[in-house]
């Protein structure tokens, strides 16, 4: 290897300057491809947190409306019983 060097030295730094440059090549790749693995997971991301509010707002919402009936039956049954005891029908 020494003796390649010593005999061609143009030719030696042409090699290792095309193969640096495959490198840089490669490592620029490699870096656009991890930005945009980066954004995907980041948009997903965003999407799930977007899905997760929504699905807590209508288990919110549910949550209510059963709450809600549950006092309705609740009153009625209060009220049935009150007018039984009074005897009204």
Not at 8 to 24: G, I, S, Y
Not at 25 to 51: C, E, T, V
Request: avoid cysteine; charge should be positive; glycine fraction near 2%.
């Amino acid at each position: 290897m020494e003796q390649e060097i010593n005999e061609d030295p143009k030719a030696n730094l042409e090699r290792t300057n095309m193969n640096l440059d495959r490198l840089l090549d490669k490592a620029d790749k490699n870096h656009g491809l991890l930005r945009q693995m980066a954004f995907h997971h980041w948009a997903r991301n965003m999407s799930a947190k977007a899905r997760i509010k929504n699905l807590k707002a209508k288990l919110r919402k549910a949550t209510r409306t059963a709450k809600e009936a549950n006092e309705q039956d609740r009153l009625r049954i209060l009220a049935d019983a009150s007018l039984a005891q009074h005897g009204t029908p």
